[in-house]
């Protein structure tokens, strides 16, 4: 990250001083903090989770709540003034048969482009192998084109193979040999479609030359949920916008966001679902620990004013603190540290808020650009 970025104190690091983040400033208060503002992909869904304003018919009329929001007005899923109604919109643009944009075939780009990296985990003597950037990008807009076309009561009418997943030039992803059908549509088909996708996305891992057992645990959880015989059509949002898929450079974002949601808000209103969150983080036992014994991140906890303790409440404020000041001790790379040392954090916030209803009323979904 470059020098331009500024980093404020914490109201509990080891400087005192306000509660600023330098990376995220919280987007859903009002007068009324429990009233999150309305967002398209948001809207009521009827049979098998399919949208009305999105199958046809007659123009659905909605106005969204908020200041400086105004009315919106809707018809067929698409806003007056033409954006998209929806990122999980079906798309027929993801389908692409003679494209002249040089799309390349998934077998080729993975020869040479490998997906699982082995990265130094600084402050220590370890490494550590997670997914490159490119690897998640491919993952989540495979997800996006089957929950796009489930939105809309499509499954694929074949299971999905590597031979048919193009990629382009510019990091565009696209299907060919494809088709998918409306008739029959159930959960069983939607969770078809997943657990297929799951079993491309590790061919494509195994074709880049990675071993499927060194995954990252977040990761791992990722392909578990792609293979889940409960998924519902609600888990749709946590597969599209789960954290193993979040590019590095984001990942400070969202956790600042995460940390104001389950903390700060769900603090003052509603304890139980806060205390549900901290109680299912991982790590209680080692975090201290592993902070500690890596030297990059022990510099916050023996620089801190007020000493860590073993509990799940000091995890996310140590994370927080060092989140909030990146450029402290002058590394670029503490973000990837972090994820290295806790891969699984970050995930489970996500999970837990997820399961506590509280996961859509966040940006999260804005986060993986």
Request: hydrophobic share 35%; glycine share 8%; aromatic share 8%.
């Amino acid at each position: 990250m470059g020098n331009a970025l500024r980093c404020f104190g914490g109201e509990d690091d080891h400087h005192g001083g306000g509660g600023h983040y330098p990376y995220y400033q919280p987007q859903y208060y009002s007068h009324d903090p429990t009233a999150a503002v309305p967002r398209p992909h948001q809207q009521a869904l009827g049979r098998h989770g399919v949208s009305p304003a999105t199958v046809g018919g007659g123009a659905l009329r909605q106005q969204a709540a908020g200041p400086n929001i105004g009315h919106l007005q809707w018809s067929n899923g698409v806003l007056a003034n033409g954006v998209a109604a929806s990122q999980y919109q079906n798309n027929t643009e993801d389908i692409d048969e003679s494209s002249a944009e040089g799309l390349r075939d998934a077998k080729s780009y993975a020869k040479a482009n490998p997906m699982l990296i082995q990265v130094p985990v600084l402050g220590t003597r370890r490494k550590f192998w997670r997914l490159s950037d490119n690897a998640t990008r491919i993952s989540r807009k495979l997800a996006l084109i089957l929950r796009s076309q489930h939105s809309v009561g499509k499954f694929l009418s074949a299971p999905l193979q590597v031979s048919n997943v193009w990629i382009g030039s510019t990091g565009t992803v696209k299907l060919r040999g494809v088709s998918f059908n409306g008739e029959g549509f159930s959960i069983e088909r939607v969770r078809d479609d997943y657990k297929n996708l799951s079993k491309v996305l590790q061919a494509l891992i195994r074709i880049s030359g990675g071993n499927v057992a060194k995954l990252p645990p977040d990761y791992s959880g990722f392909l578990a949920l792609l293979g889940d015989d409960n998924l519902r059509m609600k888990d749709e949002f946590l597969i599209v916008n789960n954290a193993a898929l979040l590019p590095m450079k984001n990942r400070t974002e969202v956790f600042l966001m995460l940390h104001e949601r389950i903390v700060k808000y769900l603090g003052r209103t509603n304890k139980a679902k806060k205390k549900s969150i901290l109680s299912k983080l991982p790590y209680e036992n080692d975090w201290l620990d592993t902070a500690r014994a890596n030297a990059q991140i022990n510099q916050w906890v023996v620089n801190a004013q007020n000493e860590y303790k073993k509990t799940q409440s000091d995890l996310l404020r140590l994370n927080r603190n060092v989140r909030s000041h990146l450029h402290e001790y002058n590394d670029d790379d503490i973000e990837e540290i972090l994820y290295c040392e806790w891969p699984e954090l970050l995930a489970v916030m996500v999970k837990m808020l997820h399961l506590e209803g509280e996961l859509e009323v966040t940006d999260i979904q804005n986060k993986f650009g």
